[in-house]
């Protein structure tokens, strides 16, 4: 399993995929942060908060993340390599688990150079330190699980399919559903007390949760299942072909 892990992340490195993804969602976050004028802007607002990349991050994570993940398994289908994975001495699990923990791994070197934004605010801030630390941290937390959840369901869409391009879009639409689709659904007032249920499926309100600083363990819990779930269709996907 770690080979295989160690082979994902090189595969990564060895072209432009992993340097353009963390250096575009660098970029898109920077520039809302410092360049582009408005409430996001962190010199414009006059506030001690990295709140903007909180906000911003969820969006570029919505396309980042399927670009990363749609080569996963179509790559592999695509050019027939999956069969001969397949048969290797894995199991279906540590083979989804090892291109899982790559992408995510791929994820998480994006959001460490984001901890510059929260040391230049630090000190920044009138006096310095003048941040809501629990806060931020617990917005981190919440970026990392949502990104987590993006990366299951890119996993998944990757699994079903032998283009990349169709995989990019499953895992954008489902991405999507999840994170706000579920909100909006449960604004119609034809579901009336079964809003709120409709409301705690998605994504977001799990994450505005998290990122308060105050980390419940319905929160971590609902984004550890979700993840779980859809690496278990994952698996149902991969089983199938052995038949």
Known sequence: MFSLFKKEISRFFSTLTAYVVILVFLLINSLYMWIFPGELNILDAGY?????????????FLFLIPAITMRMFAEERKSGTLDLLLTRPLSDFQIIMAKYSAALTLVIFSLIPCLVYFLTVYFMG????????????????????LAATYTGFGIFSSS????????????????????????????????????????????YEHYKSISRGVIYLRDIIYFISIVAIFLLFTRTILNKRRW
């Open 48 to 60: 001690a908060t990295i709140d903007t990349l909180f906000i911003i991050s969820p969006w570029v």
């Open 126 to 145: 009138n006096p310095p330190g003048n941040i809501d630390t629990g806060g931020t941290w617990g917005s981190f937390i919440g970026l990392f699980f």
């Open 160 to 203: 079903i399919t032998d283009n990349m391009i169709i995989s990019f879009i499953i895992a954008v639409c489902i991405s999507f559903l999840f994170f706000i689709g579920f909100d909006y659904v449960s604004q119609l007032n034809i579901f009336g007390r079964t809003a709120t249920f409709i409301l705690d499926l998605g994504i």
